[in-house]
T-cell receptor
Framework: GNSVTQMEGPVTLSEEAFLTINCTYTATGYPSLFWYVQYPGEGLQLLLKATKADDKGSNKGFEATYRKETTSFHLEKGSVQVSDSAVYFCAAMAQKLVFGQGTRLTINP | DVKVTQSSRYLVKRTGEKVFLECVQDMDHENMFWYRQDPGLGLRLIYFSYDVKMKEKGDIPEGYSVSREKKERFSLILESASTNQTSMYLC??????????FGPGTRLTVL
């Protein structure tokens, strides 16, 4: 079956640092790929997505590129803010959505 | 904006009780999903439904059932709650073939 593996957390960074959260997937065919964010006390929100190889999803300064050759969809942001502190989930969708285990990110001022 | 609402944000129940978690969406979506979220395990799919009265088992259906009598409402039922069902439950809905919009979640504690 499909599976998603993402970088274990927690991750703690200082404000304005560069962020990478790794995500790799295994799937038959070419799934759509997603990053979701969960702020404290809230449900999940779609952050960005990519539906085919070499697509780049972007939103709120975050980016991720669908890399078919490495089966990866790493999340990046050039300069993080305290307000980016949240749990981030990578997900892949073929027939159904499969999530990674989540990465808790804390940004210190 | 698409809205997915869940009946309770926090719920405390006792072992053996029957528990109903309700989810309502207002955008006429075909697909609706129930997940549970546990630390270190991410989100795991319990059940999903792609039409009224239709349901499909997800990855961890044991101990749960669902009901979808109307398109906008998808209920998750714990017939006899157990302590290992203490978790955050998330509902999502979306058009066919999409990942869906999530509700705010219900944190269930079973004592």
């Amino acid at each position: 079956g499909n599976s998603v593996t993402q970088m274990e957390g927690p991750v703690t960074l200082s404000e304005e640092a560069f962020l990478t959260i790794n995500c790799t997937y295994t799937a038959t065919g070419y799934p759509s790929l997603f990053w979701y964010v969960q702020y404290p006390g809230e449900g999940l929100q779609l952050l960005l997505k990519a539906t085919k190889a070499d697509d780049k999803g972007s939103n709120k300064g975050f980016e991720a590129t669908y890399r078919k050759e490495t089966t990866s969809f790493h999340l990046e942001k050039g300069s993080v803010q305290v307000s980016d502190s949240a749990v981030y989930f990578c997900a892949a969708m073929a027939q159904k959505l499969v999530f990674g285990q989540g990465t808790r990110l804390t940004i210190n001022p | 904006d698409v809205k997915v609402t869940q009946s309770s944000r926090y719920l405390v129940k006792r072992t053996g009780e029957k528990v109903f978690l309700e989810c309502v969406q207002d955008m006429d979506h075909e697909n609706m999903f129930w997940y549970r979220q546990d630390p270190g395990l991410g989100l795991r799919l319990i059940y999903f439904s792609y039409d009224v009265k239709m349901k499909e088992k997800g990855d961890i259906p044991e101990g749960y059932s669902v009901s979808r009598e109307k398109k906008e409402r998808f209920s998750l039922i714990l017939e006899s709650a157990s302590t290992n069902q203490t978790s955050m439950y998330l509902c999502a809905s979306g058009p066919l073939g999409t990942s869906g919009v999530f509700g705010p979640g219900t944190r269930l504690t079973v004592l």
